[in-house]
């Protein structure tokens, strides 16, 4: 039998041929694959940071913020809430003495989820000093209808109540009138 020559160039092409098709194949599948694993837009925009005008809030009042789906409450402290939030350290479960008056870093402002830390209730702000029907000394802050907890303006958890522990405070900070949720 004879011996027929191989073609050497034409096995080459082949070769490269095929390693290229081979290959957007493969890069063909593993960058849409890729790409799921990267979030959507819609998911970096719950998780982004939220800025609010502090200068839009009077003493006293509440404003309600909403950051990754949960309720954050702001509360513009008044001097008379300021003042009797060192008096409450002895009816508190934690007194948070190291976080600050108003546990964060400007102590006219109170930054806390505005969930329960009991079964995630929604407190209701109540910032009223005079007597509720929960509490002969009221001096204002948070109550929570669902199960009886109480909460002071800074959000710390008063004692003998369902909630365990104080209202959480979210990562943030100031930069003059803004503030920042979700940046520390």
């Known amino acids: 039998m004879p011996k027929e020559k191989v073609n050497n160039t034409r096995r080459k092409a082949l ?22 694993w990267q979030p959507s837009e819609r998911a970096k925009a719950l998780g982004a940071s939220v800025k609010y005008d502090l200068s839009k809030l009077e ?16 509360v513009h402290q008044t001097t ?7 008096s409450l350290n ?7 003495l190291e976080e ?4 964060t870093t400007n102590e006219k402002f109170s930054v806390v989820k505005g969930v329960c830390t009991h079964l995630s ?5 109540h910032p009223e000093i005079e007597p509720k029907a929960w509490d002969e000394d009221w001096k204002g802050g948070f109550f929570c209808p669902c199960h009886g907890s109480k909460f002071d303006l800074a959000g710390r958890v008063y004692k003998n109540v369902p909630a365990p522990t104080n209202l959480e405070v979210p990562p943030h900070s100031f930069q003059g009138d803004t503030l920042i949720i979700g940046e520390a």
């Open 15 to 36: 070769q490269i041929t095929s390693s290229v098709v081979g290959a957007v194949t493969v890069a063909g599948f593993a960058v849409p694959f890729l790409s799921a």
């Open 59 to 74: 003493p006293g009042a509440m404003a309600v913020v909403e950051w990754r789906r949960t309720p954050i409450f702001i």
């Open 80 to 86: 008379e809430a300021i003042k009797n939030l060192p």
């Open 90 to 96: 002895q009816k508190v479960a934690n007194p948070a």
């Open 100 to 103: 600050g008056v108003s546990r």
């Open 121 to 125: 209730c929604a407190p209701k702000y």
